[in-house]
């Protein structure tokens, strides 16, 4: 049957049980719709930035949790009553979780901050928005540098034929997040050259068609793991967001988002936030 049939076929035929499975809840490798995602970000982006909560509130699951910095929180304490100007917003769409990712910057408020919101996949409801929120004295803090950083940088939609695998887009960030406590994670981790690290405001780039990641890198291998991770996965973006507990840094609240691009590491951009603690922002790896 041509899907055009099958489509007609399923159309006149509502009394079928199979046809009923179409508006049961999505199952693992089910997609959701982007629009649905979008009207997600979109609203998130309009609370942000006039701080009117009132953008998402139609959108809420009854079980909608806040989530800053790890914590859960009233959202009534948290940054999105904050109005703030923003210089840069991206949303990555993961349509099998049915997930966003969105890192924006505003470097008037001065705020960094990554934003992981899920929809419930039976009701399309947002079932949590859980953000990284760096700002003055998280580490290697400054928000005009990062976005400035982030304005020099090209992140197009990478073309179907040259799109990589989810699983192979998580494995490349989960490699990266084991290095500091498994010592053969590294040779996982399929390095680009070029390839840049932005972390916080520090930018490895050079701008050099030989750029490296791997300068720095972990050298400790028995510290504590970065653990709790929650994945965002684009593979149009080639990124996936992880946000996670780095245990070995005072249990900061993390967020890191890896871009490959061919199979390979080409961005990293991390924010890290210590609970406003001072020492955080000069803490070195
Ligand atoms: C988000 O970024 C897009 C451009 O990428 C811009 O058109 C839009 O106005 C921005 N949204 C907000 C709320 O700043
Ligand atoms: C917040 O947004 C809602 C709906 O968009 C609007 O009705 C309300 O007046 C706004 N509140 C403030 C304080 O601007
Ligand atoms: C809310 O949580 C309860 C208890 O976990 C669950 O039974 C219910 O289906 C949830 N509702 C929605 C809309 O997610
Ligand atoms: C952030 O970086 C810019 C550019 O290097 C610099 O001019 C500014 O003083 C820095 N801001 C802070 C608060 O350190
Ligand atoms: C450490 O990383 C390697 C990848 O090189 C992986 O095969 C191995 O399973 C990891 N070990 C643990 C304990 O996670």
């Not at 970065?226 to 965002?232: E, I, K």
């Amino acid at each position: 049957m041509s899907k055009y049939l099958l489509h007609a076929f399923l159309l006149l035929t509502p009394f079928l049980p199979f046809n009923h499975a179409l508006t049961l809840p999505l199952h693992s490798g089910a997609t959701c719709e982007k629009s649905l995602l979008q009207t997600a970000s979109t609203a998130y982006l309009a609370t942000q930035s006039t701080g009117n909560f009132t953008n998402l509130t139609p959108l809420l699951s009854p079980n909608f949790t806040y989530i800053e910095n790890n914590k859960a929180i009233a959202h009534q304490s948290g940054i999105l009553h904050k109005a703030l100007k923003l210089d840069h917003n991206r949303t990555n769409y993961d349509l099998v979780q049915c997930a966003t990712y969105t890192e924006l910057v505003s470097a008037s408020g001065p705020y960094v901050i990554g934003t992981q919101i899920f929809l419930d996949t039976t009701s399309g409801q947002i079932r949590s928005v859980d953000s990284i929120v760096t700002t003055t004295n998280a580490w290697l803090f400054n928000a005009t540098k990062t976005l400035s950083y982030i304005r020099s940088e090209s992140w197009p939609e990478i073309p179907v034929s040259k799109r990589d695998k989810r699983e192979v887009i998580q494995a490349a960030g989960d490699a990266y997040m084991d290095m500091w406590s498994n010592a053969t994670a590294h040779l996982a981790v399929p390095w680009g050259t070029p390839c840049v690290r932005l972390e916080g405001s520090a930018y490895t780039g050079k701008g050099q068609p030989d750029d490296s990641c791997t300068p720095g890198i972990p050298s400790n291998h028995n510290q504590k793991p970065n653990t709790r991770r929650r994945y965002v996965i684009d593979e149009a973006m080639g990124s996936v967001s992880i946000f996670c507990v780095w245990e070995h840094m005072m249990d900061a609240a993390d967020s890191h988002e890896f871009r490959l691009e061919g199979g390979k590491l080409r961005f990293v951009h991390t924010m890290t936030e210590c609970g406003g603690k001072v020492y955080c922002s000069g803490i070195s790896l």
